[in-house]
């Protein structure tokens, strides 16, 4: 894989040498950049629409004849034999310099393969593959983020050791085997998950890391969600399909958008406000990485796969001209039934997975914006203000071809995947309250202490979880490893339309209550649950919970 | 506008060797300047909003150079000798809080006797008075906890003003003002910096003394790092070593 090319937009540290000398120029003459982002200027200005919108390149695995060296420690890992690896990767964890916008200038960033956001892992269900990540970032690394990583695959179903434990960091020079066994909860088929992504969780940093450019999506497939819109298998769904390779976008329809808001100092670099305690706000914003690009479309049916890439921003996506979609699946997971909707709200780190049918505008219909109309105005969360379209940020131009006659043969079945049975006895319930006392944060008053379980959890059994929050603050509540069905919200049965599905992130606003189905299968071992606005989770908003046998 | 540092060895020796200067400073400390700034942060453009810092040409932060007591009544400044090149925790309590300080303090002894080894050097604590408590007042507090004389622990008093100022600089505010001047839910967060690489993080000062600890030796590049045995995490499986590894080069402004 090192010696792919990098993705668009990245150069290699000698190529871009010049760039980054005229940037640090410019800096001398500056003196100072502000790190107080109230004090800051507003971001450099950068014309929208003028780049297209770009794609990460998938993952490759080694060839076959190719061995890691050293070779993986099955011992290491739970399952491993059970479980044997198919595919093997080789990653890095490096730093690059990289452009989101040509009016803007080149960043350190730190990177998946060289890749921002990092390469696209495709992966089908039975089949295990294990990944070694290598941190090649620098021993010394100035600003904003740390050389530390550990990786995650958000709302992966994996063992403790390969989850990536905010604790289980590790430095430059080092590597971990991260094993995906890529199995369903249990054996059941209806456990399946979609769209996930991979991203930094490094103790204390994940903010900061995440925002420095270690993110990128993690899809899975199995024979319903097959990824092929001309599968003849009469199980397959069918759904709009073709996952962007890198510069490979010809005829693709299986879109994968990482919604992100970011700040730029007065040289175009990236900044990030460390001393910052709510929540960081930016002022650009970036569609996989790159400032309001715009993408063609034909008039067809497209699967866009919506993730909001944080740190602390709320999305509330319209179409500009207000146009009906499909919502298909939430946090990854298909819904029983597609739910007709005009607009979805993407907390820190959920995902939404909706069809559009451009074919149904009319011909003189050429352009159309996707845009965010939830007011938000410090990283507390959303105010829960609609704001008018007209005045809504526009994230995501998107230019309609020309009708060509193209035909479609992807569908959007009236049902997709049924909800998992809640058909385990319930063990016991666990209250959870999200609170903040002397400006910590506290769950059930209690400080994080990654050293101490707060709930221990039999294999086997399950359990009902409630989340309540006090306070002005959004809360997006990310648990690992296993995925709840939501029972109640505010106190009235939630289960149906989109919050039919399973979730892995629960976004409490101010004074909500939410009641939670859980079942623990498969892995033992200590997991985190943490409130997914990173600059929180990064400031001990979270809890550890263990499955025990 | 020199103040020698009285928490160096190298200023320490200037102190010794130029006694009227420290005279001098004594007698400056009786009268700190609320929001007094020196060279090294008065130049134009530094921003007036409380808690205002600044990203120097070579990647380092400035703060306003505060005039500040310690617990034995010698005159500190903010930047210069509290900041610029140090690694360290900070915390915000006053003596006769009923409060979480007790405990907090309590907590910050736990992570000190962890970083015994290296602190003084390279790490130190900082713990900045909420209330205007006298030096004689701090000094007695860490009498009575035990910590007066231990190397590196600094208790630091000065005007409302100015503990303000750094208290919003290291991001412990609510821009509500009535709950941003209760002293009673004032913050409990510890603050963690490494000013020659501008990293910083936070977690709570009440919280396990292990983590804190870890958390300050996070801050270290990982060839600088203290190796302190109680701190290793026992749960977690070591990451192992990449076969013929050459490490990247810096990533700082100067070396960029």
């Known amino acids: 894989m090192r010696d792919r090319l990098f993705h668009a937009q990245i150069g290699r540290r000698g190529f871009v040498k010049g760039s980054a000398l005229a940037t640090g120029a410019f800096f001398i003459n500056t003196k100072y950049s502000l790190a107080a982002l109230a004090d800051e200027p507003a971001s450099p200005f950068t014309t929208a629409w003028t780049q297209p919108l770009r794609f990460a390149p998938y993952a490759i695995p080694l060839p076959a004849w190719q061995a890691l060296d050293p070779l993986p420690d099955p011992a290491r890992h739970q399952r491993y034999d059970e479980f044997s690896p198919r595919y093997f990767y080789n990653m890095e964890v490096c730093e690059e310099l990289v452009r989101p916008h040509p009016q803007l200038g080149w960043s350190r960033c730190s990177t998946y393969e060289h890749s921002v956001p990092g390469v696209t892992f495709m992966h089908r269900y039975g089949v295990p593959v294990l990944c070694r990540i290598n941190n090649q970032l620098p021993q010394v690394m100035q600003g904003f983020g740390s050389c530390d990583v550990i990786t995650h695959v958000h709302n992966g179903h994996h063992a403790p050791e390969s989850d990536g434990f905010p604790e289980d960091r590790f430095s430059p020079g080092t590597f ?54 001309l599968d003849p298998n009469p199980d397959a769904l069918r759904l709009p399909s073709g996952v962007p390779d890198g510069k490979r976008v010809r005829n693709r329809f299986d879109i994968p958008l990482i919604f992100t808001d970011r700040r730029f100092n007065q040289a175009g670099e990236l900044l990030f406000d460390t001393m910052n305690m709510d929540g960081i706000l930016g002022d650009k914003w970036l569609v996989n990485g790159f400032v309001q690009p715009y993408f063609e479309v034909e008039r067809r049916k497209y ?40 607009s979805v709200k993407l907390g820190v780190a959920e995902r939404m997975d909706i069809v559009v049918d451009f074919s149904e505008l009319p011909e003189t219909t050429t352009e159309i914006y996707l845009v965010n109309r939830a007011e938000q105005v410090d990283g507390r969360g959303p105010t829960g203000n ?117 979730k892995d992130v629960f976004t409490l606003y101010p004074g909500d209550e939410m009641s939670v189905y859980i079942k623990f299968r498969d892995w033992l071992g200590r997991y985190p649950m943490h409130c997914h606005n990173t600059v929180h989770e990064d400031h001990a908003m979270m809890v550890r919970w263990d499955i025990v046998p | 506008m020199t103040t020698p540092n009285p928490l160096s060895r190298r200023a320490s020796l200037r102190s010794l060797l130029l006694p009227t200067t420290a005279l001098l400073a004594g007698c400056a400390s009786t009268q700190p300047r609320p929001g007094a700034t020196d060279d090294s942060a008065s130049d134009v453009g530094f921003p007036q909003r409380t808690g205002a810092s600044v990203i120097r040409a070579n990647g380092t932060r400035a703060f306003r150079n505060h005039v500040l007591q310690d617990q034995d009544g010698r005159t500190v400044r903010f930047q210069q000798d509290l900041i610029e090149g140090q690694v360290f925790a900070a915390v915000f309590m006053y003596v006769n809080c009923k409060g979480i300080c007790s405990d907090m303090i309590g907590q910050m002894i736990g992570a000190y006797d962890l970083l015994t080894p290296v602190m003084g050097n390279p ?64 913050t409990g967060m510890a603050r963690f910096g490494n000013h020659r690489l501008d990293k910083w993080s936070s977690c709570p000062a009440l919280a396990n003394p292990l983590m804190t600890a870890r958390s300050v030796v996070a801050l270290f590049p990982p060839g600088e790092r203290p190796q302190i045995a109680a701190l290793q995490d026992s749960e977690t499986v070591p990451a192992r070593p990449i076969p013929n590894y050459r490490p990247a080069p810096p990533s700082t402004r100067e070396g960029a």
């Open chain 1, 386 to 502: 609609v704001l008018p379209m007209s005045q809504s940020p526009k994230l995501l131009k998107l230019v309609i071809r020309p009708d060509t006659g193209i035909i479609d043969a992807s569908r959007v079945p009236s049902s997709l995947r049924a909800r998992p049975a809640m058909d385990w006895p319930v063990a016991r319930e666990r209250s959870w309250h999200f609170d903040r006392t002397n400006g910590m944060w506290t769950v059930n008053g209690q400080l994080f202490d990654h050293n101490r379980c707060d709930a221990f959890c039999k294999q086997g059994t399950a359990e009902i979880w409630h989340f309540s929050t006090s306070g002005g603050w959004a809360h997006p509540i990310h648990m690992h490893c296993e995925e709840p069905m939501l029972l109640t919200y505010k106190g009235k049965p939630a289960n149906s339309g989109i919050w039919a599905g399973r």
């Open chain 2, 123 to 186: 790490v130190r604590f900082y713990t900045f008075s909420l209330a205007q408590d006298s030096p004689e007042a701090m000094k007695g507090y860490m009498q009575s906890r035990g910590i007066y004389g231990r190397p590196g622990w600094t208790f630091l008093t000065g005007t409302p003003e100015v503990i303000k100022d750094i208290r919003w600089g290291f991001g412990f505010f609510d821009p509500n003002e009535e709950v941003d001047g209760n002293l009673e839910a004032h």
């Open chain 1, 303 to 342: 699967r866009f796969r919506l993730l909001d890439g944080g740190p602390s921003r709320f999305y509330d996506l319209w179409f500009s001209n207000g146009m009906t979609f499909d919502v298909i699946a939430n946090d990854g997971n298909l819904l029983p039934a597609p739910v007709t909707a005009q």
């Open chain 1, 176 to 229: 971990r085997d991260h094993h995906w066994a890529n199995t369903l909860a249990s054996g059941d088929p209806l456990e399946a998950k979609g769209t996930m992504w991979y991203h930094d969780h490094c103790l204390d940093f994940t903010a900061q890391n995440t925002y420095r450019g270690l993110a990128g999506f993690f899809l899975l497939f199995d024979d319903l969600d097959s990824g092929n819109e």
